[in-house]
């Protein structure tokens, strides 16, 4: 079964995301694992172009970045809109 383009682009969009949080969270070993599970994650999905997923590994990566995504919501710090002063 082919992924769906709409589905390869959320996916897509999903792992963004969550590379925008790891990227604010500080230099920990949690960051770099969430960092080295968020590349490993591309990469898998990359390869889906050439042997195309089940259902059930297409699951199974949505509930993987959503996992990763909730972890990295929840670590990085909150980006606070500076208001100008004059």
Do not use: C, F
């Not at 999905?45 to 042997?51: K, M």
């Not at 509930?63 to 980006?79: C, D, K, Q, S």
């Amino acid at each position: 079964m082919q992924l769906v383009g709409d589905e390869q682009s959320t996916l897509e969009e999903l792992l963004d995301e969550a590379d925008r949080y790891v990227g604010r969270m500080p230099a920990t070993p949690g960051a770099r694992e969430l960092k080295a599970r968020l590349e490993k994650y591309r990469r898998t999905i990359g390869g889906w172009a050439v042997h195309a997923p089940t259902d059930e590994q297409r699951a199974a990566m949505r509930e993987r970045l959503g996992e990763v995504l909730r972890i990295a919501r929840n670590t990085a710090p909150t980006l606070k809109r500076r208001v100008p002063t004059e």
